[in-house]
Nanobody, 120 residues
Framework: VQLVESGGGSVQAGGSLILSCAAS?????MAWFRRAPGKEREGVAV????????SYADTVQGRFTISRESATNTLYLQMNSLTPEDTAMYYC??????????????????WGQGTQVTVS
């Protein structure tokens, strides 16, 4: 499965961005991670197929929304009320099977190349 992220950019604090991840195949577990300079990679949000169940990191709960469009195998991350602390490279990740340890990077089979989000 190939994953290609898009939608990153620069935005002012309080603004919004939508990230997209085009997947060449359909997997059960899909997630967004991010890595800020000098920090470890952090799980942001996950969504499971076919249930559509989602889970979020505490740092983004209530501000970010993960979704997926099954017809096109596209994953989205709607990011609102952005703060400078959200500045990071954002990555899409996919795993064929269900895994409830979704914020553990090592469980994913595929990764995208990342898209940069900068909040000032």
């Amino acid at each position: 499965v190939q994953l290609v992220e898009s939608g990153g950019g620069s935005v002012q604090a309080g603004g919004s961005l939508i990230l997209s991840c085009a997947a060449s195949g359909s997997t059960v577990t899909m997630a967004w991670f991010r890595r800020a300079p000098g920090k470890e990679r952090e799980g942001v949000a996950v969504i499971y197929r076919p249930s559509g169940v989602t889970s979020y990191a505490d740092t983004v709960q209530g501000r970010f929304t993960i979704s997926r469009e099954s017809a096109t195998n596209t994953l989205y991350l709607q990011m609102n009320s952005l703060t400078p602390e959200d500045t990071a490279m954002y990555y899409c990740a996919a795993r064929w099977a269900y895994e409830d340890r979704w914020n553990f990077a090592g469980i994913y089979d595929y990764w995208g190349q990342g898209t940069q989000v900068t909040v000032s």
